[in-house]
């Protein structure tokens, strides 16, 4: 069945180092989106990407969608400690309506 | 946050017994979601719904129903609670677009975090 892959599944910095989650899908997507979760609390939308490499930017967050819609990444720059917390990719079941299918995330956690 | 509250916060329940959680929105969205949560796994989801009376199963629905009789709540239950459903439990709203046009950003409600004994 269709599958969506992030690695790596924990990533441990120092306050200030730049950190990278990758997402791979078994399938091409016709969009893909990203969620953070802080510890003890809910998933939060971030962010939809949608063309072929697109590139979004938030601050010192930077979303990528590959080429050929399979893959994305998600690059913090100079981490900080309020970027502690896990990031989720999902991206839509294909052919049933508004059902995703989530990454198994990427805990981040930063050491100041 | 969409408006989305879920009841009970946090549940003991002992293997065997029935339990009912709840997912209230405020805001008339049609699609809602049930989704589970447990380390190693992310996300996976449950059952989801399309509209009163309309529902449909996810990847993870064996022991649990659901039922969505007005649109803004919608309901799981475990009929039977065993200790592979201790989770957190959230529930997660689509912002529908004009024209049935489904949006695919999800909102989640604080979680229900259930433990079977």
């Known amino acids: 069945g269709q599958q969506v892959m992030q690695i790596p599944q924990y990533q441990h910095v120092q306050e200030g180092e730049d950190f990278t989650t990758y997402c791979n899908s078994s399938?091409?997507?016709?969009?893909i989106q990203w969620y953070k979760q802080r510890p003890g609390g809910h998933p939060v939308f971030l962010i939809q990407?949608?063309?072929?490499?697109e590139v979004k930017k938030q601050k010192r967050l930077t979303f990528q969608f590959g080429e050929a819609k399979k893959n994305s990444s998600l690059h913090i720059t100079a981490t900080q400690t309020t970027d502690v917390g896990t990031y989720f990719c999902?991206?839509?079941?294909?052919?049933?309506?508004?059902?995703?299918?989530f990454g198994q995330g990427t805990e981040l956690s930063v050491k100041p | 946050d969409a408006g989305i509250t879920q009841s009970p916060r946090h549940k003991v329940t002992e293997t065997g017994t029935p339990v009912t959680l709840r997912c209230h929105q405020t805001e008339n969205h049609r699609y809602m979601y049930w989704y589970r949560q447990d380390p190693g796994h992310g996300l996976r989801l449950i059952h989801y719904?399309?509209?009163?009376?309309?529902?449909d199963k996810g990847e993870v629905s064996d022991g649990y129903s659901v039922s969505r009789s007005k649109t803004e709540d919608f309901l799981l239950t475990l009929e039977s609670a065993t200790s592979s459903q201790t989770s957190v439990y959230f529930c997660?709203?689509?912002?529908?677009?004009?024209?049935?046009?489904?949006?695919?950003?999800?909102?989640f409600g604080p979680g229900t975090r259930l433990t079977v004994t």
């Open positions: 999902a991206g839509p079941l294909y052919n049933q309506g508004g059902k995703l299918i």
């Open positions: 399938t091409t997507l016709s969009n």
């Open positions: 990407l949608v063309k072929s490499g």
């Open positions: 719904s399309y509209g009163v009376k309309d529902t």
């Open positions: 997660a709203i689509s912002l529908s677009g004009l024209a049935g046009v489904i949006s695919y950003e999800q909102y």
